[in-house]
């Protein structure tokens, strides 16, 4: 599995034990046990939407989206899904019906989808950002998660697209490995005393360009969602696809850590968190949901340490909203015209379910206790 693919690092230490000692729990376990949390809080979450009135479409409102995107919206919705469904087959149904395994990229796969749910997370606090509502949704999947003060109500709500957002992160989380360690094989080849430095080095580069390529030209452009709020825009400042500076340096070291995680896999195809699974003595499908577990520890982590959290931080500071933004009703999710809420900016404050609002007007609107 690592021959052309990967770089293999073997790791000596694994199953050693000294004369006398209890044998260590290896790696995977622990990393196992985080990831079984992780996706039981995701169930209870997704559970508590799915039943709960908060599960309703948040709609596009009076404005057409121009043809051209809406074209590519609802192509988009219908492609996302068959080419994630190939995936599928590929990464996983593949090599398990012949060798009774599951690639790294078939792990990558399934916890790619699993963080797809908290796409969302950074507009807890405060909207940055908004999907087009266009796209099928059915309102916010993190609705339950405890902490969320920005609007959220049946209709009024952050409106993460079903199927497509889990469609594209089961494509884009194994593509942006794929790609990125192509890229590192062809340094590496061109230049075979490039040290880890070096590596590092074309990684961010290439996952930058490949950002500029991705957002900068395709998904914002094409109006899959709007960085409305983000600070310092890079690329098309003022319009409904400008990419923000906040955006940028998020996502690269996101998928730089992405590559480098399947980049660094041992002989048998095993990244970091998978060291160890060798020593469990159990079949083939406990094994696979061991390496899945851990390899969903490892998404999360990753996806929250570099960019979530981050991107929070930078929502609390939203930049106003451009006009061709608020102009455009599929993109008032959780502020603009359609739901009458001034959308976020240094002079608007930071409201809670339970407090006061500036509207659309600038008038502010006290709680209905006061």
Same mark, same amino acid.
């Given at each position: ?32 046990? *985080?990831? !079984?949390? %992780?996706? =039981? ?5 997704? /559970? @508590? +939407? ?5 599960? $309703? ?87 339950? *998660?405890? !902490?969320? %003060?920005? =609007? ?5 709500? /952050? @409106? +993460? ?5 889990? $469609? ?203």
């Amino acid at each position: 599995m690592a021959s052309g693919l990967y770089t293999p690092l073997h790791d000596p230490s694994i199953g050693r034990v000294r004369p006398g000692s209890a044998p260590r729990r290896p790696p995977v376990i622990w990393f196992a046990v *985080l990831g !079984g949390l %992780i996706l =039981l809080v995701s169930a209870a979450l997704l /559970i @508590a +939407w799915i039943s709960g009135p908060d599960f $309703a479409r948040v709609p596009q409102g009076p404005d057409q989206p121009p043809t051209f995107m809406r074209i590519a919206l609802d192509v988009g919705q219908i492609l996302m899904p068959l080419i994630a469904a190939f995936f599928v087959y590929w990464f996983i149904l593949r090599p398990w019906i012949r060798e009774r395994r599951v690639t790294y990229d078939g792990l990558l796969l399934l916890a790619g989808l699993s963080a797809s749910v908290y796409d969302s997370f950074s507009v807890a606090a405060q909207p940055w950002f908004a999907y087009n509502s266009h796209l099928l949704n059915y309102g916010n999947p993190l609705s339950a *998660l405890p !902490g969320w %003060i920005s =609007l959220n109500e049946p209709g009024r709500a /952050i @409106a +993460w697209s079903f199927p497509t957002l889990p $469609a594209f992160y089961a494509v884009a989380f194994p593509l942006i490995g794929i790609i990125g360690c192509a890229v590192l094989r062809s340094a590496k080849r061109l230049f075979p005393r490039l040290n880890r430095v070096g590596l590092l080095i074309v990684c961010i580069v290439a996952m930058a360009v490949f950002e500029l390529f991705l957002e900068g030209v395709l998904f914002l452009p094409l109006g899959f969602w709007t960085y409305a709020g983000g600070a310092w825009p890079i690329l098309f400042g003022g319009h409904y696809y400008q990419l923000p500076v906040n955006e940028f340096l998020h996502i690269t070291p996101t998928m730089v850590a992405l590559v480098f995680l399947r980049y660094s896999v041992n002989d048998r195809g095993q990244s970091i968190v998978q060291r160890g699974v060798d020593q469990i003595k159990s079949g083939p499908i406990k094994l696979a949901a061991i390496q899945l577990l851990a390899v969903v520890a490892a998404i999360h982590l990753i996806a929250f340490a570099l960019y979530h959290i981050p991107q929070t931080f930078w929502a609390l500071n939203s930049h106003e909203w451009p006009k061709d933004v608020t102009d455009r009703s599929y993109f008032q999710n959780q502020c603009g015209r359609l739901v009458d809420r001034a959308c976020p900016g240094p002079g608007v404050p930071i409201t809670r379910p339970d407090s006061g609002y500036v509207n659309w007007d600038g008038q502010y609107v006290y709680p209905p206790n006061r």
